[in-house]
C-alpha cells in the first residue's frame, strides 16, 4: 500500500515553454501533498505543500507564479513549471501523507526536467 | 535555519561487513528521524521512521538509532550486501508555519562491493 505515482518520469522541454507534472496517490487519499526539487549531489528542497481545496504553501525562495501548483482531488497534485528556463532543469519528487494517519511522507519516483 | 548533516558523503566496504552511517542536526526543534534509500535516478525509499518518542527502530538488517539530546542518528546495517548500494538520506520532521516538514541532509552513497 501507500503507494505515489508521477509522470511523466522525464521531460525534455525547450526554454520558455511549460511542462506539468502530475503526482497522484494511487491505493490511498492524501490530504496534503509535497513537491521537492533535488539538483545533482545535493539534498532535497522542499518547493511548497499543497492541501487538497486550497492554495499551496511556497517556501521562501520559491516563485509560486513560476511554480503553479494545483491539487484539486484527494488523489492528484501537479506542478506546472511555466516559461521554462535550463536552470529549471532538476529532479522533481513528490510525496504524500496519507488522511489521518501518521506523519510518514510516501515519495512518488520522480520526474527528471531537462530544458534545453 | 535547520540543518542536516550526513557523514561520510561516501563509503565503500567488502560485502558482509557492519557498518554506520552518521546523521546530525542543529535544530532543536527536529523531533521525529527519518531514514531514506535512494537509487540513482529514483524517488525515495522509506526506510525506518523514529518518532520522538522512540531511542530506536529496526527493520531487517537496518537498526536505526536517536538520540535527540546530541542532535544525532544513526543507521547500522548489518551483513552488507552488493544490494544495499544505493544512496541514504536522513531527514528530520520540524514542524513550520502549523505543518510538517522534512529536513533533508545531502546523504551518503553507500557502495557495497562483491
Known amino acids: 500500500g501507500a503507494v505515489v505515482s508521477q509522470h511523466p518520469s522525464w521531460v525534455i522541454c525547450k526554454s520558455g515553454t511549460s511542462v506539468k507534472i502530475e503526482c497522484r496517490s494511487l491505493?490511498?487519499?492524501?490530504?496534503?501533498m509535497f513537491w521537492y526539487r533535488q539538483f545533482p549531489k545535493q539534498s532535497l528542497m522542499l518547493m511548497a505543500t499543497?492541501?487538497?481545496?486550497?492554495?499551496?504553501?511556497?517556501e521562501q525562495g520559491v516563485e509560486k507564479d513560476k511554480f503553479l501548483i494545483n491539487h484539486a482531488s484527494l488523489t492528484l497534485s501537479t506542478l506546472t513549471v511555466t516559461s521554462a528556463h535550463p536552470e529549471d532543469s532538476s529532479f522533481y519528487i513528490c510525496?504524500?501523507?496519507?488522511?489521518?494517519?501518521?506523519?510518514?511522507?510516501?515519495f512518488g519516483p520522480g520526474t527528471r526536467l531537462t530544458v534545453t | 535555519k535547520q540543518e542536516v548533516t550526513q557523514i561520510p558523503a561516501a563509503l565503500s566496504v567488502p560485502e558482509g561487513e557492519n557498518l554506520v552511517l552518521n546523521c546530525s542536526f542543529t535544530d532543536s526543534a527536529i523531533y521525529n528521524l527519518q531514514w531514506f534509500r535512494q537509487d540513482p535516478g529514483k524517488g525515495l525509499t522509506s526506510l525506518l521512521l523514529?518518532?520522538?518518542?522512540?531511542r530506536e527502530q529496526t527493520s531487517g538488517r537496518l537498526n536505526a538509532s536517536l538520540d535527540k539530546s546530541s542532535g544525532r542518528s544513526t543507521l547500522y546495517i548489518a551483513a552488507s550486501q552488493p544490494g544495499d548500494s544505493a544512496t541514504y538520506l536522513c531527514?528530520?520532521?520540524?514542524?513550520?508555519?502549523?505543518?510538517?516538514?522534512?529536513?533533508f541532509g545531502k546523504g551518503t552513497k553507500l557502495t557495497v562491493n562483491p
Open positions: 523514529i518518532q520522538s518518542s522512540q
Open positions: 510525496s504524500a501523507r496519507t488522511l489521518g494517519g501518521t506523519y510518514e511522507q510516501y
Open positions: 491505493d490511498f487519499q492524501a490530504t496534503t
Open positions: 531527514a528530520g520532521v520540524i514542524t513550520q508555519g502549523g505543518s510538517e516538514k522534512l529536513v
Open positions: 499543497s492541501n487538497e481545496g486550497s492554495k499551496a504553501t511556497y
